[in-house]
């Protein structure tokens, strides 16, 4: 006999965490997920949602209040009767830590198990320096984070992980990550225990964290279906289906830099393939553009940049020449967004979405990047897929990833079930 | 104050069917759910994954039992105490019907409220002949069909539809279908209401309903992410996401028949791009190329399949063709199936689902198209993705469809619950 499939099954990750996970009942965790959902609730209210008797519902309240996780926040409006008492989350039972890492930066966030953010700290950090040397650092700065603002008695509960390759979700593990040399199947979640041993982890890919927080305090808040789009050296996707992060089956969903745009005649991509999405497309594509400019004489003002970085150019100056009104920068932008968005009309034919968000550092490149993307996907998608599908920036940028990071820990946390 | 994110929300289906539905309460939804997954449970299994009450699930069980949609139906190993009584659904509580309207073909079936078969029937009918003539007759035929196999005095709870077209599901409407004339926004579910004035109506797409079917009784069965892909004339996915028929934000996706291929020279398609997969690959395509091979005078084989229509050729034949060896036929099969495979290539890539299902018409090509979509997707998807991805065919074959249809209608009408 299995159990109920809405029940979520974290397996392996059990094995490092288990002890430290709080052990709700079902009936809890039903009554913790409509409460933070609905950012508090009374008993009659959770009768009629629940469907449990007001005895079970006064039991489960007063369990979670004893353990700290709800309390009353005051009165219900008065709707003709009697007031009534509205239990919400308890903002001083502990604290969440949520971290981003990413290829250059590490971005760090505490909020309480409201979500609300209680301290926010950034700081350029090489990913490539392994695991051993960022997560200690990222210990540091969260002890640091805590002394400063005064929270170093509270403890922390849950802490949610984003890393910038493929997550084994499940597991807690990066797999074959192209850009992060010795966090290959190292155990994050053992060696942030170490020193937080009574805090539950969660790791994910960076990617499918930011698309989270957009779902769910950015731009994509009343949208139930998003592709994220994140723009960078590289290109990736997180997918949110229902509300929810979906992962895939492997847990590498997304991963949409290596989608074939062009077999016969593009340029060799570092995974064996030849013209792949990001080899075309990518940061480091539109660099090589303007480089080639550079070295053709076909604009001025790229040479400008390339010679005041002493003969190096980034995608960050091809979206200032094209604000200077270079036009061979423009031109170079909008052959990328156009590619981009002739492979997200395919997506949104066999996904549906109800927005797609456009983040990471090339997204910087503004509105030329943003139209041709669109314009693309609008020529190419079927128009029932595309008459409401908003093709949008990121809303919270560089907190997207800190902000998704948290609420996945809260999501996963808040909703572990005892094991029978 | 919004619902609870698991409460299947139906909205506008319930102007229709509002008062044909059980209204059941959210605790006998889900005793109901957790006995149709595991085919049965005791009190103890329902207690122990529900957590309400021994009182609470007593009082659902007789309510249940007294509405006739469970029994018990003997009782569970002796574990060592005393035997418990397991309850089932009920297989004389009603008939559930399932349609999957194709088109050229109507297939029709019967099963009781465990998804049991009783009945069985398939006919050649046109969909452009429009949905008057061929709803009625469907109608006649379920008459016919009760009648023969003695179940005209038992009621018809549900009855789950599955049409050749883009299907807003909310609705249960048709909406701008490409090859069913007089369908557009014709209201299937009244229609059906006027004939079967008790029975709750879902409608959905084809191949969202064969999905569903291969995912719950078929080649899927023990696979929560799955694309299905039907290869006939047209090209169309349908989505199983964590086991359940995912339909996108306006109800559109899967369609896949439309992703560009080839935008520079691909052939021009009805939808107004060029290079579309389906023109490039479909049914249609594949008897193009064929008969350019007979002007061409390049196959003997296929000449004569031409001549023996009368200066005609089909997909089919060119199926027959290989299987004697052409290597012409050989040929066009293998390039149909390498410019699927890329495509399908990229949505693995993006989707990373845990089994591809190839279903429809041309499917019957057989395992050189098979083998070549799925050297396709080796070639240009991610290794994690597709270390443990199989390529496979329709198990249920003309099944998957009315199977799909009858879950589908299963589905939504015991997990719909009363409105507060």
Same mark, same amino acid.
């Given at each position: 006999?299995t159990s109920?499939s809405?029940?979520?099954?974290i397996?392996?990750?059990?094995i490092?965490?288990?002890?430290i996970?709080p052990?709700?009942?079902h009936?809890?965790s039903?009554?913790?997920?409509i409460?933070?959902k609905?950012q508090?609730?009374?008993?009659v209210d959770?009768?009629r ?5 007001r005895s ?11 353990g700290?996780?709800?309390?009353t926040?005051g009165?219900s409006?008065?709707?003709?009767? =009697?007031?009534?008492?509205?239990y919400?989350?308890?903002g001083?039972k ?14 760090l ?8 953010r209680?301290?926010?700290?950034e700081?350029?950090?090489?990913v490539?320096?392994?695991?051993r ?6 210990c540091v700065l969260f002890? =640091? ?6 929270l ?6 849950a802490f949610?992980?984003g890393?910038?390759g493929p ?7 990066v ?5 992060m040399p010795g966090?290959?199947q190292f155990?994050i979640i053992?060696?942030i ?6 805090t ?6 960076d990617?499918n964290i ?10 994509g808040?009343d ?17 949110? %289906?229902?509300?929810?992060?979906y992962?895939?089956?492997?847990? %590498?969903?997304?991963d949409i830099g290596?989608i %074939?745009?062009d ?10 393939? =030849?013209? %792949?999405?990001?080899?075309?497309a990518?940061?480091e594509a539109?660099?090589?553009?303007a ?14 940049y ?7 150019i ?5 979206g ?6 270079d036009?061979?920068?423009i031109?170079?932008? =909008?052959?990328s967004?156009?590619?981009i ?6 997506l949104v034919?066999f996904?549906?979405?109800g927005m797609i ?5 090339v997204?910087n ?7 041709s ?10 128009p029932?897929?595309?008459?409401d ?9 560089e907190?997207?990833g800190v ?5 996945l820990?809260l999501?996963v ?8």
């Open positions: 006999m109920m809405d029940t979520p099954v397996e392996d990750t059990t490092y965490t288990r002890e996970l052990v709700f009942t009936a809890e039903t009554i913790l997920s409460i933070r609905n508090g609730a009374s008993k959770l009768i949602m629940t469907d449990y008797s079970k519902i006064t039991g489960c309240i007063n369990s979670l209040i004893e700290g996780f709800i309390h926040n009165l409006g008065n709707t003709g009767g =009697r007031r009534s008492v509205i919400t989350l308890h001083n502990g604290l969440v830590f949520g971290a981003d890492i990413g290829a250059t930066s590490i971005d966030m505490i909020t309480d198990l409201r979500g609300k209680l301290a926010r700290y700081e350029p950090g090489l490539k320096h392994g695991p040397k960022i997560l200690s650092r990222i002890d =640091r984070l805590m002394e400063e603002n005064n170093s008695e509270r403890p922390v509960l949610g992980i890393v910038p997550v084994d979700f499940k597991r807690g593990l797999v074959s990550p192209p850009i966090w290959d155990p053992p060696f225990n170490d020193h937080l041993p009574d539950f982890v969660v790791v994910d890919n990617v930011m698309a989270l927080g957009e779902s769910v305090q950015g731009i808040i949208k139930q279906n998003i592709i994220f789009v994140k723009i960078g050296t590289g290109i990736g996707a997180g997918i949110i %289906c229902e509300g929810k992060v992962h895939g089956t492997a847990g %590498c969903a997304g290596h %074939c745009v077999n016969e005649e593009g340029p060799f991509c570092p995974c064996g393939n =030849r013209g %792949c999405l990001e080899v075309l990518g940061g539109i660099a090589r553009h480089a080639e400019a550079v070295k053709n004489g076909t604009s001025e003002i790229l040479k400008k390339y010679d005041q970085r002493g003969g190096e980034r995608a960050e100056d091809i200032s020449a094209a604000r200077e009104g036009p061979v920068s031109k170079i932008i =909008r052959e967004g156009k590619v968005g002739e492979v997200m009309a395919g034919n996904y549906n979405p968000v456009i983040g990471g550092g997204s490149l503004g509105n030329i990047l943003l139209s993307i669109h314009q693309a996907i609008l020529k190419r998608s079927l029932l897929a595309t008459k599908l908003p093709v949008v920036f990121s809303l919270l940028k907190d997207a902000i998704g990071a948290i609420n820990a999501d946390y808040l909703s572990m079930e005892r094991v029978y």
